[in-house]
């Protein structure tokens, strides 16, 4: 580690201008007929979404949010013609780990905000300060305040590896380091833990998939296009069909025509609204009420980042990019992810036939993803969803904590 920061802070701040724009569009939306949608069986409920617009225009304060954010230091970098925004809070004990959580979609870099200070520093929440990691919490390039990205319509995962790789070596000058995520952050610290593994400590994840996830050429469809077993339980059969209802339009849109989608997201805040909600609603492990899980404040908060910055198109485009280049390996050993590996399972992402924590490690270790990773601490819990650190904070922290405690 260097003695000394080596950057410079610059602040969060969003204009009047776009702020102005934004309620002028909220004001001025059209909105369509959904008679029949009470259940949200055809997606997002119009009667909430226009609650959520009142509130959005009427009492959401983006200057007390920015506050909230930039209570953090916040710098800016440019890698390879990449412009990179991150969040860094310094850690507090003997000896702090640099640690650097990578985000997913839809993720912004606040969706870590309650893990932060005690990772940081953990004596402050009741813990132990050799605990301690020195965080840094990026912005994926393409979204939020990683933006504009006109020279790398490519960008993925594995390409983001390097740029982070660069970010924690050359720029911020630590021989070794940390890293964590989920969704599309667990696949670019996956690929950090194949491709760098020496100069990391280790690496903490959700889900532990394999980097070819989106490799192929059915890669919208999470069955391969194989039918459904006609011997599955009922119980199961229900468990995949909401499993797959879940993600099917998702995958499909963001895999095959980002750039349609995102002229209407990019041109209607409300309908950037309704996308990104129908995510969290059902992803998260909310049983359909999203606000026992983000405030309207926290939703609104996490779209703001997204719209401010212009960043749907290419924030969903990720998708796509880690089909059209797909990801090789830097070596043929196994396993791939050589990196010591930690990784925490959710309840609400259980596959058919598991109901319990056991059953979903288990259900882990004999699928083909296992042989992928060096895998030394697995721990799955009964609740929880998507937004792993978000719902369930304190068990990410102590998974976490138990990857790296002998690792530093």
């Known amino acids: 580690m260097t003695s000394q920061f080596p950057l410079e802070p610059s602040p969060i701040h969003v204009s ?9 569009r909220l004001r001025l939306t059209r909105w369509p007929d959904d008679v029949g949608n009470d259940d949200w069986h055809y997606g997002v409920r119009r009667e909430y979404l226009q609650e959520l617009v ?12 920015e506050s909230a954010i930039n209570a953090y230091a916040h710098y800016r970098v440019t890698i390879d013609d990449v412009p990179i925004h991150f969040l860094r809070k310094p850690g507090v004990g003997p000896n702090p780990t640099p ?11 606040w969706h870590w905000a309650k893990v932060i200070d005690p990772l940081a520093d953990p004596a402050a929440f009741g813990g132990d300060p050799a605990d301690a990691f020195d965080v840094i919490v990026p912005s994926l390039p393409g979204f939020g305040f990683s933006t504009p990205l006109p020279k790398h319509p490519d960008m993925n995962f594995w390409k983001v590896a390097d740029l982070w790789h660069t970010l924690m070596t050359d720029t911020l000058g630590h021989e070794k380091y940390a890293a964590a995520g989920c969704d599309v952050g667990a696949l670019v610290t996956g690929e950090l833990g194949h491709r760098y593994a020496d100069e990391l400590h280790g690496i903490h994840i959700g889900s532990g998939q394999k980097l070819t996830l989106f490799s192929g050429d059915r890669a919208w469809d999470l069955s391969g296009g194989q ?14 069909l909401s499993l797959e209802r879940r993600f099917a339009v998702h995958l499909a ?15 209607s805040p409300v309908g950037l609204l309704a996308w990104i909600l129908q995510r969290w609603v059902t992803w998260s492990d909310s049983h359909g009420d999203v606000e026992t899980v983000f405030s309207k404040d926290d939703l609104l908060t996490h779209t703001m980042i997204y719209w401010v ?14 089909n059209r280049y797909p990801w090789t390996p830097a ?18 992402e259980n596959p058919p036939g598991v109901t319990t924590p056991e059953q979903r490690v288990q259900s882990w270790l004999a699928s083909d993803r296992a042989e992928w990773y060096n895998h030394v601490n697995l721990t799955a819990h009964e609740a929880g969803g998507h937004f792993i650190p978000w719902e369930l904070p304190d ?8 990857t790296f405690r002998t690792r530093r």
């Open 16 to 24: 009047d201008d776009v702020l102005e724009d934004l309620a002028t």
């Open 54 to 65: 009142e509130y959005w225009i009427n009492e959401y304060d983006w200057r007390k949010a």
């Open 99 to 109: 640690l650097i959580l990578t985000h997913g979609w839809p993720w912004t870099f």
């Open 227 to 240: 039918p459904i077993p006609p011997d599955l339980p009922e119980p199961a059969y229900r468990q995949l």
């Open 253 to 267: 849109a963001h895999v095959l025509q980002p750039s349609t989608l995102a002229y209407g997201l990019t041109d």
């Open 309 to 322: 910055n212009n960043a749907i198109g290419t924030s969903i485009r990720y998708y796509a990019n880690a």
């Open 331 to 348: 070596h043929d050993r196994i396993p791939v992810i050589e990196a010591p590996t930690g990784i925490t399972f959710v309840g609400h």
């Open 395 to 402: 068990a990410w922290i102590d998974d976490l904590r138990r």
